[in-house]
């Protein structure tokens, strides 16, 4: 009883057979060829056998060999050469040579890391210490770092931390060729740096638009991390728009991506699957100074228009709206007429800024630029730093719960007066001492001429004792505009705003000093 089974597939498999061969036999019949059908149903069913036994394939990956054979040549390797006095500082600072060191990280980092746990490394290229093993030892007062052609005669494109303090620097090009470059200029907000050398014929990488870019689409760098010269890796757009924590680089929109970038890698170009530049890699987010999956590339757009800027000008101009901006607090929705966290909070306006003129206010949320809406605060200032100064802007902002537009002529862009920290200074003998932490007394005729108050306009700061308040920004010498939404304009009228405010209450005080209009938001201890 166990054999018939058998016996029945093997009689199953020769009738099954049997009426395919007759099949075929009857068309080869047509022809003649009987020899040949046996032959025919042998490679059929050897066809079948094989298309039955290979499976499809899920997913199709790229293959970027085309792409590298194209690219490659353009990709440079870049040496900056420091003074004596950079090399001198680097050898002190830098870790001594070990013996027995195998290479590994002792959980010592490097210089000044202890410090700073997590934050944004651009890539200096100064390998060697613990974490950076390198295939050789580096020379002393040298950083390396990547760039690519961008046109025959010689233009190249680096970052600018690559060659910062640079007294010479060397363009290694595939050829093996090395060659002096010129650093015709730089920019640092954005972290761009344009190179000359003096060749001919050279291949050049073409340009693509990083504004097409969509989170999930393929990417690929090529540099040199650790000094292994035109390193191919490649990964996917991870998200677009990135801020960076560091705040002179505010008008970069980041690429965000997980392509493996590494010391070295810096200067070096991001391409789409065409082979085009989308962005430059400057960035990745670590604690321990080398690839954690996250980093982060200038998109190509922002470095060219600061290129372009230097060919004509020899330096980079950027628009200027004069506001310090912040993201909208959850608490803040039902005042300001929000149903979603959306748009800039305006802290302060500049005096005599852009915004100023155009009539924006403290407290205004700006939600669109120029027809682009603003989804985060950080949206607005590569925005505005794009365009330049004198340009025309539309911002449409939303003011009391009701939507208005303002027309804006943008200034230039002037760190110094953005950064300013100068205050209205002197102690005057406290007048009124209140449970908020501040005291306060009238302004005086000067401060009130060199700020603009009219009479009866304000209250100036003339001590602080809430150190929260000091935290948030208040100095001694500000005037105090508002309490809440009230107008002050009398020690009287500051007392009375502030008495029914207790603890764990917020403390909203809209101030003025000879910079700028601001809000100071605090709770109370």
Do not use: C
């Not at 200038?298 to 230097?310: D, G, L, T, Y």
């Not at 005042?335 to 005096?351: E, M, P």
């Amino acid at each position: 009883m166990k054999t018939l089974p058998r016996i029945a597939i093997v009689f199953s498999s020769f009738a099954l057979a049997g009426l395919i061969f007759v099949e075929m036999h009857g068309q080869a019949a047509a022809v003649g060829e009987g020899s040949t059908t046996v032959a025919t149903l042998a490679q059929a069913l050897a066809a079948q056998s094989a298309a039955s036994s290979a499976p499809a394939p899920l997913v199709n990956l790229p293959d970027f060999t085309g792409l590298v054979e194209h690219a490659g040549p353009a990709v440079v390797n870049i040496e900056a050469k420091m003074g004596s006095a950079k090399a001198q500082q680097m050898t002190q600072t830098a870790p001594q040579d070990d013996p027995n060191d195998d290479g590994q990280d002792d959980g010592s980092g490097a210089p000044g890391q202890d410090d700073m746990p997590e934050f944004f490394r651009r890539f200096f290229g100064q390998p060697g210490g613990p974490g950076f093993p390198m295939p050789q030892q580096p020379r002393r007062g040298t950083s390396f770092g990547s760039g690519f052609i961008i046109s025959a005669d010689g233009y190249l494109l680096t970052n600018r931390h690559v060659i910062d303090g640079a007294d010479q620097v060397i363009v290694h090009l595939s050829d093996r060729r090395g060659l002096k470059a010129k650093v015709i200029g730089s920019d640092a907000a954005a972290d761009v740096a344009l190179l000359k050398i003096d060749a001919g014929n050279l291949p050049v990488l073409s340009l693509g638009d990083s504004g097409h870019l969509k989170p999930g689409q393929w990417v690929v760098a090529i540099g040199s991390p650790f000094g292994f010269d035109h390193s191919v890796t490649a990964g996917v757009v991870s998200g677009l728009g990135r801020p960076s924590i560091d705040r002179s680089q505010q008008y970069v929109p980041f690429i965000q991506t997980d392509v493996a970038i590494n010391p070295g890698n810096s200067g070096g170009p991001l391409m789409n699957t065409r082979g085009e530049v989308v962005g430059i890699n400057s960035q990745i987010f670590s604690n321990s100074g080398g690839y954690m999956g996250v980093s982060f590339a200038i998109p190509i757009e922002v470095a060219m228009n600061a290129v372009r800027q230097i060919k004509e000008t020899g330096h980079v101009t950027r628009g200027q709206l004069g506001v310090v901006i912040r993201d909208v607090q959850s608490e803040e929705l039902g005042d300001l007429g929000l149903n979603r966290q959306a748009g800039a909070f305006v802290q302060s306006v500049q005096n005599n800024s852009a915004a100023a003129k155009a009539g924006i206010q403290v407290g205004d949320v700006i939600t669109e630029f120029n027809g682009r809406e603003i989804d985060n605060s950080s949206d607005l200032p590569p925005m505005v730093g794009a365009m330049a100064p004198g340009a025309h802007a539309e911002v449409e902002l939303l003011r009391g719960g009701k939507t208005m537009k303002v027309s804006v002529v943008l200034s230039a862009l002037d760190a110094s007066v953005a950064n300013s920290t100068q205050r209205l200074g002197g102690q005057a003998p406290p007048s009124s001492s209140t449970a908020v932490g501040v005291t306060v007394e009238p302004v005086d005729s000067k401060t009130r001429s060199q700020l603009g108050l009219n009479a009866g306009q304000g209250v100036r700061v003339a001590r602080i004792s809430n150190p929260l308040l000091a935290q948030a920004g208040l100095s001694v010498g500000d005037v105090i505009l508002q309490v809440g939404k009230t107008p002050v304009g009398s020690v009287a009228d500051f007392e009375a705003a502030v008495k029914p405010l207790k603890s764990g209450d917020r403390l909203r005080l809209m101030t003025r000093n000879q910079d700028s209009t601001g809000l100071i938001t605090v709770t109370l201890p």
